[in-house]
């Protein structure tokens, strides 16, 4: 086995990957982008979730919020539902492990607050649970998937956003959803201080 020319391919895959998606995905982006801002500038937040590897991207992108990205601004109303071992794993032992996100967003997510629901196969049971609470509460979805968009991609509604990455491989679809949450982040940044370049 040749490490070297393996790990190339894993870079020049990834590199494809991102390129491939920019059509599918461009759009999309923009137009989540649009209804993060609204959200905000309303005195919304953006509540987010996910599971491994997703529940790190929620958390990732609630900190770029929070703090900042790359431009000093103000702090970003944002939360990642991955974070409170207690109420996670209270959730988990007294009702079903497929609450643990539906319970935070039906106790913390307000009419006109923004649900983005991150699972690279889009068939995650918690996530989907969580889309289903955001949807009662009035509230806007944007869904980060992969792999066609599972069974998440028929829950949304008219106005929610999907940004699925056109691949099948979890690591690639990753890749590109790490990418798609620093645009989510440049764009609201760019839309709220008003940066033109």
């Given at each position: 086995m040749d490490l070297i020319e393996r790990i190339s391919r894993q870079f020049h895959d990834s590199a494809q990957t991102k390129l491939s998606a920019v059509d599918a995905m461009a759009a999309p982006l923009a137009g989540a982008v649009e209804v993060m801002t609204q959200c905000l500038l309303n005195n919304g937040k953006i509540l987010a979730c996910g599971n491994g590897g997703s529940a790190a991207d929620a958390q990732?992108?609630?900190?770029?919020?929070?703090?900042?990205?790359?431009?000093?601004?103000p702090p970003l109303a944002a939360v990642a539902l991955t974070t409170d071992s207690s109420t996670l794993t209270s959730i988990a032992n007294d009702y079903d492990y497929v609450q643990v996100f539906s319970k935070q967003v039906r106790a913390l997510g307000q009419p006109g607050d923004v649900l983005l629901a991150i699972s690279t196969s889009g068939n995650s049971p918690n996530v989907m649970e969580a889309i289903e609470a955001?949807?009662?509460?009035?509230?806007?979805?944007?869904?980060?998937?992969?792999?066609?968009?599972?069974?998440?991609?028929?829950?949304?509604?008219?106005?929610?956003?999907?940004?699925?990455?056109?691949a099948d491989r979890t690591a690639r679809i990753q890749e590109v959803h790490l990418l798609a949450l620093h645009c989510l982040c440049d764009g609201i940044d760019c839309l709220l201080l008003g940066v033109e370049e």
């Open positions: 990732h992108f609630a900190a770029e919020l929070v703090n900042r990205f790359e431009m000093e601004r955001a949807h009662e509460r009035d509230m806007r979805v944007v869904a980060l998937t992969g792999k066609g968009g599972g069974r998440m991609a028929e829950q949304l509604k008219d106005d929610d956003v999907h940004l699925c990455v056109p």
